[in-house]
């Protein structure tokens, strides 16, 4: 192919639910600023690059490209937030090949979201290498590429409790903690996806994720025996810190008006909102411990809490529907973290010091849930799994107010510090952040 000039043109493919996007651009700016020589296509739908190509924002050798999004005509988004996603899987991976011939461009290297096994196929028809980035933890990787190996040794649909002994790191772990279609819910399209993932990864040229090595250093050596080139190089937010415009509610302010650690902050990420009774038990706990709360809110608040909780606790809560969520958790005001345990709301607690209280929902959030309990020890799942008035309030105190919750605070403070030293200039995020730039710098 005759080329105008030495540009090299790299494709990116994104995965427009939930927080997977946003961390793959932030990614890709950092490797277009180390390499000017390069130009990137970040495909995605064009409702998720909207929301995240804004003006001014330095994308600068970064084209936006639509793909797809396979919803029906006429669809309206209704009360299940995984319906669009199951859309966009019929339409996948066409959706990507038709909007990659289009742009009529050869590309130079494909780095992907770790869910699109089909980009090997890609890569190998352009014969170019695959990078897939994996934007949750190491254990969920684990879960993945081991998939049928934990089929083979405890089979499927089979007790809850049983602990996984045979891998690695997870003897604390129960079957019922690994992520949703490993053992469990296997039929579905999106349990088909992350199986075939965790088979194709092995044979990527190399495989980015959102973490640092010394969070779980046996797990992190499991993977390096199963995959080429794994490039920890989180947590990302620290090179790459969202816009600081957007504390429009004023909370880093009222966070400044607290003690340190007396704040319990409530966030469950862009996907969920709890189911109501759960809420209006949260809002009852919060409420009978006067406990100060800050809350992140998705959602109707007045049709969604009891009735007059709000006038009741302006005092003490402040609620609205965003916050800058990587500094309200480095705020020292901040004493527990309320959270679904998303990959991204664990990072940013560890960065801020913060326990946590966790309420998983779905995906692999039950597993970074049972990590932080029995493996990490810096927080606790909440009683039954479900937002109970005495189980939230239980769960408040220890944190809060007893002794075992400084120790908490102590443990996570010890992983903060790895977390900062992984990304500082010598550290091992670093590294591998240099390496992955010098391996796409030769493409
Ligand atoms: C999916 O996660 P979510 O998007 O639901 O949740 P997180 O990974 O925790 O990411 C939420 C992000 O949104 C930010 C917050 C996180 O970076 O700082 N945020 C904010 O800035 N302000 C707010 O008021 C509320 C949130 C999925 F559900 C998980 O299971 C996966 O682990 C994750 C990564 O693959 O994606």
Redesign the pocket.
């Given at each position: 192919v005759h080329r105008e000039n030495a540009q090299k043109h790299i494709a990116v493919f994104a995965f427009p639910?939930?927080?997977?996007a946003?961390?793959l651009l932030a990614l890709v700016q950092k490797l277009s600023e180390s390499a000017p020589d390069f130009n990137f296509s970040f495909f995605n739908t064009a409702q998720s690059n909207q929301s995240m190509f804004t003006k001014g924002n330095g994308f600068e050798r970064i084209e936006p490209r639509s793909v797809e999004n396979g919803l029906p005509e006429g669809f309206r988004i209704g009360r299940n937030p995984h319906e669009p996603v199951e859309y966009f899987l019929k339409a996948t991976p066409g959706n990507y090949r038709s909007a990659v011939a289009e742009s009529g461009l050869t590309f130079d290297g494909l780095i992907t979201d770790a869910f699109y096994w089909f980009a090997k196929e890609m890569a190998e028809e352009m014969r170019v290498p695959w990078v897939p980035y994996f934007?949750?933890?190491p254990r969920?990787l684990l879960a993945h590429v081991d998939t049928d190996n934990i089929r083979a040794r405890i089979g499927i649909n089979g007790p809850e409790d049983e602990t996984l002994e045979f891998l690695p790191g997870f003897s604390a772990i129960r079957s019922g903690d690994l992520p949703e279609g490993t053992v469990s819910g296997v039929d579905s399209p999106f349990a088909t996806l992350l199986q075939k993932m965790g088979q194709m990864l092995p044979h990527a040229s190399a495989v980015a994720m959102?973490s640092f090595e010394e969070i779980d250093p046996i797990v992190v050596q499991a993977l390096k025996s199963r995959l080429p080139n794994l490039l920890n190089i989180g947590p990302f937010?620290l090179k790459c810190p969202?816009p600081s415009s957007?504390d429009i509610h004023g909370c880093l302010e009222w966070l400044d008006q607290h003690p340190t650690s007396s704040v319990t902050y409530i966030?469950?990420?862009?996907?969920?909102t709890p189911p109501p009774h759960e809420l209006k038990a949260l809002a009852e706990a919060l409420e009978e411990c006067e406990f100060p709360f800050l809350w992140?809110f998705r959602g109707n608040v007045e049709e969604m809490l009891p009735e007059g909780f709000l006038e009741r606790t302006k005092e003490k809560g402040l609620i609205?529907?965003?916050?800058?969520?990587?500094k309200?958790?480095a705020h020292p005001s901040v004493g527990v973290f309320v959270?679904?345990?998303?990959?991204?709301?664990?990072?940013?607690s560890i960065i801020g010091g913060v326990p946590m209280i966790c309420r998983a929902?779905?995906?692999?959030?039950k597993l970074?849930q049972r990590t932080v309990e029995a493996v990490w020890e810096f927080g606790v799942a909440i009683e039954g799994g479900k937002f109970t008035k005495n189980g939230a309030m239980e769960a408040l105190k220890l944190i809060l107010s007893s002794e075992k919750g400084k120790l908490m605070r102590e443990k996570i403070g010890v992983l903060k510090k790895l977390a900062f030293e992984a990304m500082d200039t010598d550290g091992s995020s670093t590294a591998n952040f240099n390496f992955l730039m010098e391996f796409i710098t030769k493409l």
């Open positions: 639910f939930a927080t997977h946003v961390p934007t949750a933890g969920a959102n937010i969202p957007s966030s469950f990420g862009s996907v969920i992140s609205v529907p965003w916050v800058p969520q990587l309200v958790l959270t679904h345990c998303g990959w991204n709301s664990v990072n940013e929902f779905f995906g692999e959030q970074n």
